[in-house]
């Protein structure tokens, strides 16, 4: 059984700084496109931040350029969000999710397979 599980949401001040973890388990995702995406109060969900199956092509959304960074450990089966210079404006519940092995990498939520049941981050003003 496939299953993602995020870690590392808290309440934060702005400016601070957090880093979300996903573990993966019940398959190797080494081979998948991996996506962050944060649903705030009263909004849609949206996409954060994506890794290719080649962990240094990455994707961020606009809002949070030059702010976060996604990493992976393809040995441990880990993806990361390292978020920095928090902003109230970044209070959601992040979520982990993956595509099936092979898949190219997007931005839609529709066309992933895997998701985690997410961790609430708020921050602060």
């Known amino acids: 059984q496939v299953q993602l599980a995020e870690s590392g949401g808290g309440l934060v001040q702005a400016g601070g700084s957090l880093r979300l973890s996903c573990a993966a388990s019940g398959r190797t995702f080494s081979s998948s496109p991996m996506g962050w995406f944060r649903q705030a109060p009263g909004k849609e969900r949206e996409f954060v931040a994506g890794?290719?199956?080649?962990?240094?092509?990455?994707y961020y959304a606009d809002s949070v350029k030059g702010r976060f960074t996604i990493s992976r450990d393809n040995a441990k089966n880990m993806v990361y969000l390292q978020m920095n210079s928090l902003k109230p404006e970044d209070t959601a519940v992040y979520y982990c999710?993956?595509?099936?092995?092979?898949?190219?990498?997007?931005?839609?939520?529709?066309?992933?397979?895997?998701w985690g049941q997410g961790t609430r981050v708020t921050v602060s003003s």
């Open positions: 890794s290719s199956w080649v962990s240094s092509i990455t």
């Open positions: 999710a993956a595509r099936r092995s092979g898949s190219y990498f997007s931005r839609r939520q529709s066309e992933y397979d895997y």
